[in-house]
């Protein structure tokens, strides 16, 4: 099995960055064959939506409301995803979710918050 652990949420002034962090724990095996990892966000009242993504070779996808603001990165030999948010806005506000993905498998961390102040 594999864990997916996030930190880093937390509150924050508009304009203000944080960075998350999603530390992958559990069977090495498994881990290694995780091809994208992801950076989700809800909040209250909506739908989970994507953020950005990043595959095992470095491509990425990001929102547009992102595009600019968040850089997503990895670390493969930490086990661990990053994404660093800049000029945060109170819309950015949401509970931030990891996810890794395999053939037929995702995995979910449990989430951490990110409220922005205006």
């Known amino acids: 099995q594999v864990q997916l652990v996030e930190s880093g949420g937390g509150l924050v002034q508009a304009g203000g960055s944080l960075r998350l962090s999603c530390a992958a724990s559990?069977?090495?095996?498994?881990?290694?064959?995780?091809?994208?990892m992801g950076w989700y966000r809800q909040a209250p009242g909506k739908q989970r939506e994507l953020v950005a993504a990043i595959t095992s070779g470095g491509s990425t996808n990001y929102a547009d409301s992102v595009k600019g603001r968040f850089t997503i990165s990895r670390d493969n030999a930490q086990n661990t995803v990053y994404l660093q948010m800049n000029s945060l806005k109170p819309e950015d506000t949401a509970v931030y979710y990891c996810k890794g993905s395999k053939v037929l498998k995702d995995y979910w961390g449990q989430g951490t918050q990110v409220t922005v102040s205006s």
């Open positions: 559990g069977s090495i095996f498994i881990i290694r064959t995780i091809n994208t």
